[in-house]
């Protein structure tokens, strides 16, 4: 009889503790799956709508301007850049954008605030978050010459309704003092105050004549992707290449410090919790390997005096952890299939508790907790919970491998 088969039949001699710890790996296969997915449903989530405010995944901009952003700093020759970057496989869109403070005024208040100028053709559902939020009017068109769409909040506090009058002041491109007058044309409600209460939407034509720009200059381009995980690859690429060495080319963590260290805390304290859960379940194992070895003294003793070598004990103990391993994955695998389908299409509301507008570093997030996992977590979940149960064993083994055959035949 062969090692592999010994080692299968050593398992099923007691099938109670057996089953008892396979069921402890399957379940931190559902732990570990819950955990990782909701990671990579969320922060994903955040990203994108991150990215959807105005910035992109990816941002090309003038030099320093993330650092002290100024409308007299623009990128010249957008069209052309623009071009290029939509043609690239991880691109899903490009958007040109100008940004910049302001001050907005009514008939009876002022408010200062940001901006950002679009040009409708270019605006989707997809690419820009401002158009899922409108709650009241219409999005700018191509013939909204001087409309302007701003949070609800803004309007508020300018005692300001649709069709009303609203003037924004801001520097043109030499440092001077400008104004021009707009009219609301619709109110978005993100959920996050700090943009419903000084946000607002411009038509791009009309802000270039009125910064003094030129048709083909803006202040960024804000690149969609098709994964957010290639953006630190991408960047690094396309700040390589001459055709953008005139330009600053920056990732979703420069543009968005706040939210990625927010992100990253949160990632801390969710492996923090996985590996606390892995060290119960490691120590599962290796006591139920430990008892397992320790009842069976007196059999390793008569199994080396009949020749047994003590690394054949070893290997026999290993791959007991080995099947042992493959049968609590091959569970929790079962078990948590049903498990991550209904928590990737449905999910759990959790609006009752957090209500329609929660937001995580200044980002609306979706109040259904949902799960996804990428191919990478799941590749990562497996091995890494399979590389715990053997080491688990490998204490245990080393110690079946280490009795002594004439002290073991004494055992009772």
């Given at each position: 009889?062969?090692?592999?088969?010994?080692?299968?039949?050593?398992?099923?001699?007691?099938?109670?503790?057996?089953?008892?710890?396979a069921?402890?790996?399957?379940?931190?296969?559902?732990?570990?799956?819950?955990?990782?997915?909701?990671?990579?449903?969320?922060?994903?989530?955040?990203?994108?709508?991150?990215?959807?405010?105005?910035m992109?995944?990816l941002?090309?901009?003038?030099?320093?301007?993330?650092?002290?952003?100024?409308?007299?700093?623009?990128?010249?020759?957008?069209?052309?850049l623009?071009?290029?970057?939509?043609?690239?496989?991880?691109?899903?869109?490009?958007?040109?954008?100008?940004?910049?403070?302001?001050?907005?005024?009514?008939?009876?208040?002022?408010?200062?605030?940001?901006?950002?100028?679009?040009?409708?053709?270019?605006?989707?559902?997809?690419?820009?978050?401002?158009?899922?939020?409108?709650?009241?009017?219409?999005?700018?068109?191509?013939?909204?010459?001087?409309?302007?769409?701003?949070?609800?909040?803004?309007?508020?506090?300018?005692?300001?309704?649709?069709?009303?009058?609203?003037?924004?002041?801001?520097?043109?491109?030499?440092?001077?003092?400008?104004?021009?007058?707009?009219?609301?044309?619709?109110?978005?409600?993100?959920?996050?105050?700090?943009?419903?209460g000084?946000?607002?939407?411009?038509?791009?034509?009309?802000?270039?004549?009125?910064?003094?720009?030129?048709?083909?200059?803006?202040?960024?381009?804000?690149?969609?992707?098709?994964?957010?995980?290639?953006?630190?690859?991408?960047?690094?690429?396309?700040?390589?290449?001459?055709?953008?060495?005139?330009v600053?080319?920056?990732?979703?963590?420069?543009?968005?410090?706040?939210?990625?260290?927010?992100?990253?805390?949160?990632?801390?304290?969710?492996?923090?919790?996985q590996?606390?859960?892995?060290?119960?379940?490691?120590?599962?194992?290796?006591?139920?390997?430990?008892?397992?070895?320790?009842?069976?003294?007196?059999?390793?003793?008569?199994?080396?005096?009949?020749?047994?070598?003590?690394r054949?004990?070893?290997?026999?103990?290993?791959?007991?952890?080995?099947?042992?391993?493959?049968?609590?994955?091959?569970?929790?695998?079962?078990?948590?299939?049903?498990?991550?389908?209904?928590?990737?299409?449905?999910?759990?509301?959790?609006?009752?508790?957090?209500?329609?507008?929660?937001?995580?570093?200044?980002?609306?997030?979706?109040?259904?907790?949902?799960?996804?996992?990428?191919?990478?977590?799941?590749?990562?979940?497996?091995?890494?919970?399979?590389?715990?149960?053997?080491?688990?064993?490998?204490?245990?083994?080393?110690?079946?491998?280490?009795?002594?055959?004439?002290?073991?035949?004494?055992?009772?």
């Open positions: 009889m062969n090692l592999n088969t010994l080692a299968w039949r050593n398992l099923w001699r007691h099938k109670r503790r057996t089953l008892i710890t069921s402890s790996i399957a379940f931190g296969v559902l732990l570990a799956v819950t955990f990782t997915g909701a990671g990579d449903y969320f922060y994903t989530r955040m990203i994108d709508a991150g990215a959807n405010m105005g992109g995944h941002t090309l901009a003038a030099p320093d301007y993330n650092r002290a952003p100024s409308t007299q700093k623009r990128i010249h020759a957008a069209d052309t623009q071009t290029m970057i939509v043609g690239l496989p991880e691109v899903k869109s490009a958007v040109t954008r100008i940004q910049g403070q302001a001050m907005f005024a009514s008939a009876r208040k002022s408010v200062a605030g940001m901006f950002i100028a679009i040009d409708p053709a270019q605006e989707t559902a997809n690419n820009n978050l401002f158009i899922q939020a409108l709650s009241e009017g219409d999005m700018l068109t191509a013939s909204s010459g001087k409309g302007i769409v701003m949070g609800e909040d803004l309007a508020h506090k300018l005692q300001l309704r649709l069709g009303k009058k609203v003037v924004y002041t801001t520097t043109d491109v030499n440092g001077d003092i400008v104004s021009a007058i707009a009219r609301v044309s619709g109110l978005f409600r993100t959920g996050v105050a700090e943009v419903d000084g946000m607002a939407l411009l038509p791009m034509q009309s802000v270039q004549k009125v910064l003094g720009y030129e048709a083909d200059e803006v202040s960024l381009i804000a690149v969609s992707l098709h994964d957010q995980r290639t953006s630190h690859a991408l960047r690094d690429a396309m700040q390589n290449q001459p055709e953008f060495k005139h600053e080319v920056l990732n979703w963590q420069q543009t968005q410090p706040d939210l990625a260290g927010m992100i990253a805390v949160d990632k801390s304290a969710n492996w923090i919790s590996l606390l859960i892995a060290l119960l379940i490691a120590a599962g194992i290796l006591n139920t390997m430990l008892m397992s070895v320790l009842e069976r003294i007196r059999e390793f003793g008569v199994m080396m005096a009949l020749g047994m070598s003590p054949n004990l070893f290997c026999l103990v290993m791959l007991e952890s080995f099947w042992l391993a493959m049968i609590g994955l091959l569970i929790g695998v079962v078990i948590t299939i049903p498990w991550y389908w209904y928590m990737a299409e449905t999910g759990i509301d959790l609006t009752s508790a957090y209500g329609d507008d929660f937001s995580f570093g200044g980002v609306l997030l979706d109040t259904v907790f949902k799960i996804r996992l990428f191919k990478e977590s799941i590749i990562g979940i497996l091995i890494g919970l399979f590389s715990l149960a053997l080491l688990s064993g490998a204490y245990p083994a080393w110690r079946a491998g280490r009795i002594p055959p004439v002290e073991s035949l004494k055992a009772l």
